[in-house]
């Protein structure tokens, strides 16, 4: 059971080059999303999906698209990557259940570095 | 303001101490209180979570919430040189709201 897995580990990229990164789970849940953690500012909600088809914007969107196509897979593009936009990118799938709570289950990362 | 407050650290404590992690928040819809533990260059992973107002307890480890208060904490007692790592709290509203908020993180090292 590999649970969330993330490519790439690591990236550099050079300002307004474009890239993806991927996220899949064989968990079957129905909750992604996408985050992204710079020091000081904790987790902070880029895009999440409540399921195939229907995706939605969190807290810091601008720059970033996302699709979810299947259940597995839910893609982050960075459409003209810019300095701010270096990071550490986490996806995460979830479960929510009224009576036994919630549990996300986080990838490794990503550590984006744009020059 | 912030949703969700959570003291950065960094924390450091002797092994064996008792360690104290807190958070405040704002919003009163949230029903579901979350610990993560994220070791460095990993990411984070459920640690404990409650619901609603109480406590629970986990070997040694202790969550608890005060909703009226807006509070949460997680007691770890005997702490261990293992423990060292940073902990997000992480706070869902009621059922059919999926938006984890997360806490800034506090920074913990335990000092062998």
């Known amino acids: 059971n590999a649970g969330v897995t993330q490519t790439p580990k690591f990236q550099v990229l050079k300002t307004g080059q474009s890239m993806t990164l991927q996220c899949a789970q064989d968990?079957?849940?129905?909750?992604m999303s996408w985050y992204r953690q710079d020091p000081g500012m904790g987790l902070r909600l880029i895009h999440y999906?409540?399921?195939?088809?229907?995706?939605d914007q969190g807290e810091v969107p601008n720059g970033y698209n996302v699709s979810r196509s299947t259940t597995e897979d839910f893609p982050l593009r960075l459409l003209s990557a810019a300095p701010s936009q270096t990071s550490v990118y986490f996806c995460?799938?979830?479960?929510?259940?009224?009576?036994?709570?919630?549990?996300?289950?986080f990838g490794q990362g990503t550590r984006l570095t744009v020059v | 303001q912030k949703e969700v407050e959570q003291d950065p650290g960094p924390l450091s404590v002797p092994e064996g101490a008792i360690v104290s992690l807190n958070c405040t928040y704002s919003?009163?819809?949230?029903?579901?209180f979350m610990w993560y533990r994220q070791y460095s260059r990993k990411g984070p992973e459920l640690l404990m979570y409650?619901?609603?107002?109480g406590n629970k307890e986990d070997g040694r480890f202790t969550a608890q919430v005060d909703k009226s208060s807006k509070y949460i904490s997680l007691f770890i007692r005997d702490s261990q040189p293992s423990d060292s790592a940073t902990y997000l709290c992480?706070?869902?509203?009621?059922?059919?709201?999926?938006?984890?908020?997360f806490g800034t993180g506090t920074r913990l090292k335990v000092l062998a």
């Open positions: 999906s409540v399921g195939a088809g229907i995706t």
């Open positions: 995460a799938s979830s479960f929510f259940r009224t009576a036994t709570g919630a549990e996300a289950f």
């Open positions: 992480a706070m869902i509203g009621a059922s059919g709201t999926y938006k984890y908020i």
């Open positions: 409650t619901y609603s107002s």
């Open positions: 968990m079957n849940h129905e909750y």
């Open positions: 919003n009163s819809a949230f029903q579901y």
